[in-house]
C-alpha cells in the first residue's frame, strides 16, 4: 500500500477517533480532575508508543537536541492543547468543546503565513476554511446566551487557547526534520506532555474530586489512552508526515459532528435541521480545502 494511501486512511481514523474522545473526557472526569486525568493518559500512552519504537529496528535519536525539539512539541499539543481542553470539559459540554477545536485550520492557516510569508492559499482553500468555520458557527448558535456565565467562557477561551497551541505545535512536527524513528519522536511528546501535566496538576486540580469507584469513568480513561492517545496520535503523526498540514486539520472539522450524533445518541442531545446543514457546510468546506491544496 503506498504511503499516500496509508496517510488518508491514518486520517479518517484520526476523524473517527478523536471525534469520539471529546465524550470520553467527559466521562474520564467523573473518577479523575482534568489535568491528572490527561497526565494519567498521556504519560501512560507514551511509554506504549515508546515500547512500541523500541520494538522496531528504525534507529531512535536519543541526542538531547531532539529530545528537547520533541517535548516542546509535546509540550505545545499534549500539556497545552489536550491539557486545556480536559480542564474546559468541566465547564463546558463535550460537543461545544469540539466545534471551538473545530477552528484548528483557520489557526494553522494563519500562523503559517504569519511564520513564513513565502506560502501562500488559494481561493479553494479560503472558501473551503469558511465554509467549514460557518458549519461550526451553525451548529454553536444555540450556546451563544451561555457566554454569560464566567466558567463557561473561562472554558471556551481555554480551549481556544488550546487550539492555538495544538496549531502551532502540528506546524512544528511537520517541519520536524529528524530522520529518526516517528513513532519515538511520538512517545517523547506524548510522555512528556503527560509528565508536564503532571507536573501541573496539584496547582489546578481539586483532588477531593478523585472517585476510583467509578468503573465507568475508569473505562472511559482506559478508551481515551488506548484509542484517543496510543493509536489516534500515532496516526496523526504519520498524516501529518505525509499530507500537507491544511490537509490534515479537516479532521477538526469533521470531529464536531462525530462528537455531537454521538451526544445524541448516547447523552440525548437534540440532532436538528441545523446539524444537517452544519454537515452539509462542513463536508463541502473540507472537499474545497482538499482541491485547494491539489492545485
Known sequence: MQQNTKAWIALVFICIAWGTTYLGIKYGLEALPPFL??????????????????????ANDWSMAN???QALIGFLLITLGNGLVSWAEAYIPSGVAA????????????ITLIRHKQERVNAFIIIGMLLGFAGVAINFKDSVSDLSNTKYLMGIIATLVATTSWAYGSIM????????????????????GGIFLLLFSPLVDDYNKINLQNT???????????????????????????????VVM????????????????????????????SFLCIALGVYLVNLGYKR
Not at 99 to 110: H, N, R
Not at 173 to 187: C, L, M, Q, T, Y
Request: proline share 4%.
Open 67 to 69: 529530545i528537547g525539539r
Open 173 to 192: 512536527g511537520k517541519r520536524n526534520k529528524s530522520d529518526a524513528n516517528p513513532v519515538f519522536n511520538s512517545a517523547i511528546q506524548v510522555f512528556s
Open 99 to 110: 466545534l471551538v477545536c473545530a477552528t484548528m485550520p483557520v489557526m494553522s492557516v494563519l
Open 37 to 58: 486525568m490527561a497526565g494519567v493518559r498521556q504519560t501512560i500512552a507514551g511509554l506504549i508508543i515508546g515500547l512500541m519504537a523500541l520494538s522496531n529496528r528504525k
Open 216 to 246: 465507568h469513568a475508569l473505562m472511559a480513561i482506559v478508551y481515551l489512552i488506548t484509542i484517543g492517545s496510543v493509536l489516534a496520535y500515532t496516526a496523526y503523526m504519520y498524516a501529518l508526515k505525509h499530507l500537507p498540514v491544511g
Open 250 to 277: 479537516i479532521y477538526a472539522y469533521i470531529n464536531p459532528l462525530v462528537a455531537v450524533l454521538l451526544g445524541w445518541q448516547l447523552a440525548g442531545e437534540p440532532l436538528t435541521m441545523y446539524t444537517l446543514l
